[in-house]
């Protein structure tokens, strides 16, 4: 039963645009049900749900603080490119659970999540892939989406990151392997050490 509800939530809340009416509409669905089966898939439901609106409180609040809107369905007409890109990050890293892999996962609050999307918003592509990478993003991805396969890994990273899948492994070797061929044209390895402090001053 509960398994064919979850799928039933998600499909209702994909019609919802705003965050306040994902989140109205979630909580609704929790007093709902709350108070009747306890049993294990009972449990695992309610832990979706709750998690679930975590998800989008953090967005909501990536949301205010940022200059352009995560969610605007039309772009102002002064919208630059790297605002377009930066608007096609987040839908690509929301599909793929960044932001849910962040607080949840990771249990990393949301004024850190705020400056690791900052950090993203301000930097280029090889900053970014290190970025995810020491963020434990590129494994999780490879985990959950790709079957441990590192071709598909690189094809899922260039769509999320609007890259050609080459380029996005290339960085990824440098980072792994100190001593790659690649390091004078891939250059993510040179953010690294930054990132490392970045990262360590935000707990």
Known sequence: MYGKLWNEVLAELHTKHSFE???KFLFSVKGRYLGGNTGDDARAFF???????EE???LAALDKSSQIGLWGMYPPPS?????KQIKFYCTQLTKYNFFHYLNVIRGIDKEAIKEIWKAITENKLPYIIALLYELGYVDYLKREYCQEKSNERDK???EILDSNPRNIRGNINCLINEDSDGKGHYTAYNHL????DFL???K
Do not use: A, F, P, S
């Open 193 to 196: 050490e930054k990132i490392k």
């Open 156 to 158: 899922l990273m260039g």
């Open 200 to 202: 360590k001053n935000l």
């Open 56 to 58: 989008i409180k953090t």
């Open 47 to 53: 832990q979706k749900l709750d998690n679930k609106i």
């Open 21 to 23: 009416d994902k989140l």
């Open 79 to 83: 919208e630059t490119e790297r605002q």
